[in-house]
């Protein structure tokens, strides 16, 4: 048990049944041996054996203390409701707005769809310029910051798959289009956990991007942090990547993503 990695999950003074219950079905499903979810869950032995009763009997969970537990039928159900349910924008929503008011540029969402990314979320600056970017718009993956950093999170396979079907087509004359060189930006992307755009897939554009994580812990979306070069220029859009990465992060959470 990596006990470094633990949370304070000790219940508040006159915890309800309610809240004991939530907290063992969650050390439940995080933890694999009884002891282990005694003390994540912070409860007495007795009263976390009758509460994993009570959630096996309800089908919450499944399993039992010798082999551990995993997630029940009642409960995958609930989840997939839930999940079916998920809209991004409106989760993402108050995130996206402190981000612009701190940076003062315009964000960008976007999620892949099969070959290219396609915008879901864009929030403008107090800036008097306008991005051509618009919601449901679709973009290249190799020419865009949030392209990339979904495609540093790829297979090797399926990057292949990508370059035989669709190509590394020119954009700009600062677009990426050796294939070799792709795959040493999106190591470097991996590296430092974020990426750019500088001028790649519009000229005179530039922006910095990092991942969004799901609920399985793959990286389905990016976000932008997007300005134009003129205001920024070189590579010094980067001064933003710690707020961008924060975010980010931010909206994986919400979404369900596991702690990296």
């Known amino acids: 048990m990596n006990t470094s990695s633990k949370v304070d999950r000790s219940p508040a003074p006159g915890a309800g049944a309610s809240e004991k219950t939530l907290r063992v079905l969650d050390a439940a499903l995080r933890e694999p041996r009884f002891t282990d979810i005694v003390e994540t869950a912070g409860l007495a ?4 054996h009758r509460l994993l009763q009570i959630l096996v009997e309800q089908e919450y969970i499944a399993g039992d203390a ?6 029940g039928p009642n409960l995958l159900s609930l989840a997939g409701r839930a999940f079916s ?3 991004i924008s409106q989760i993402a929503g108050p995130v996206i707005d402190r981000l612009v008011a701190e940076v003062d540029c315009t964000i960008h969402v976007g999620v892949a769809s099969d070959h290219e990314m396609v915008y879901v979320i864009r929030k403008d600056a107090s800036k008097p310029y306008r991005m051509r970017s618009r919601v449901g718009l679709g973009i290249p993956m ?4 949030m392209g990339k950093v979904v495609l540093a999170y790829w297979s090797d396979e399926k990057l292949a798959d990508l370059i035989d079907t669709v190509g ?7 677009t990426i289009t050796d294939p070799d060189e792709l795959k ?5 992307i991996r590296a ?6 500088f001028s790649e897939n519009e000229p005179g554009t530039v922006c910095v991007s990092a991942p969004i994580r799901d609920h399985t812990g793959a990286v389905t979306h990016g976000l932008s942090v997007s300005s134009i070069a003129l205001e920024h220029p070189g590579t010094t859009i980067e001064q933003f990547a710690p ?4 975010a980010a992060n931010e909206i994986s959470r919400l979404l369900g993503a596991p702690n990296p």
């Open 168 to 174: 590394l087509p020119v954009r700009t004359e600062n």
């Open 192 to 197: 430092r956990g974020y990426g750019f755009d």
């Open 66 to 71: 010798e082999d551990g537990y995993r997630a």
């Open 184 to 188: 040493t930006e999106l190591a470097n």
């Open 243 to 246: 707020q961008a990465v924060a």
């Open 45 to 48: 032995k007795a009263t976390v």
């Open 142 to 145: 190799h020419s865009t910051g």
């Open 85 to 87: 349910s998920v809209d």
